[in-house]
């Protein structure tokens, strides 16, 4: 089944302990980007890549970190979280001109 | 700057009405325009995709329609159903040479009554 992974769903954290939310797909895209998505603000792209080792910053990339390695996976660093990262975050995968496909999103609450 | 617009307000309707859903953009030029579904707490969901040279594209029970002069695409759920219930997104490229980016709308909420 064509999948976008993204692990873990939901984390607590505290201020300042790094974390990795994990982003893999099965579907040979070339092209993955990760999001937040806060209320009234709608859906903002914070890294994107278009193949491995090629990444680049979207609209919202202060405080975040990301690499592509292998082609399927593409992980979001958060080194230092502060509560202004509170979000519910997706992981995309397309290739070009076609959509994206979704994870399921990781709700990150940093207290 | 790039805008997309879609109506913030929730829409009502009651069953088996025709939905239609806004979205218009600014200060673009795009290759092409996508829409798709969400549910809460859940990723956003591919419906449709139409391209700049196409007016008029249908799946099922959906239409989406693309008007590159007025800036604007119409997505119309017809015979429309509970389940039908969501926020659906509209989705622009936001280079068409990238063949990839996309900048999304802040979505519309429709609500289907029995």
């Known amino acids: 089944e064509a999948q976008v992974t993204q692990n873990p769903r939901y984390l607590i954290t505290v201020t300042g302990k790094k974390l990795t939310v994990t982003c893999s797909q099965n579907?040979?895209?070339?092209?993955m980007s990760w999001y937040r998505q806060d209320p009234g603000l709608g859906l903002r792209q914070i890294y994107y890549?278009?193949?491995?080792?090629?990444?680049d910053k979207g609209d919202v990339p202060e405080g975040y970190k990301v690499s592509r390695k292998e082609k399927r996976n593409f992980p979001l660093i958060l080194e230092s979280p502060s509560p202004n990262q509170t979000s519910l975050y997706f992981c995309?995968?397309?290739?070009?001109?076609?959509?994206?496909?979704f994870g399921d999103g990781t709700r990150l609450s940093i207290l | 700057s790039q805008k997309i617009e879609q109506n913030s307000e929730a829409l009502n309707i009651q069953e088996g009405k025709t939905a239609t859903l806004t979205c218009n953009y600014t200060?673009?030029?795009?290759?092409?325009l996508q829409w798709y579904r969400q549910d809460p707490g859940r990723g956003p969901v591919f419906l449709l995709l139409?391209?700049?040279?196409?007016k008029e594209k249908r799946k099922e029970r959906l239409k989406v329609t693309f008007d590159t002069t007025l800036k604007q695409s119409l997505f119309h759920i017809t015979a429309s159903q509970p389940a039908d219930s969501a926020t659906y997104l509209c989705?622009?490229?936001?280079?068409?040479?990238?063949?990839?980016?996309?900048?999304f709308g802040k979505g519309t909420s429709l609500l289907v009554t029995p």
């Open positions: 995309a995968s397309s290739s070009t001109g076609s959509p994206q496909h």
């Open positions: 579907m040979n895209h070339e092209y």
């Open positions: 890549s278009m193949n491995v080792e090629v990444t």
């Open positions: 200060n673009y030029s795009p290759a092409y």
């Open positions: 139409i391209r700049e040279n196409e």
């Open positions: 989705a622009l490229d936001k280079d068409s040479n990238s063949g990839y980016a996309l900048n």
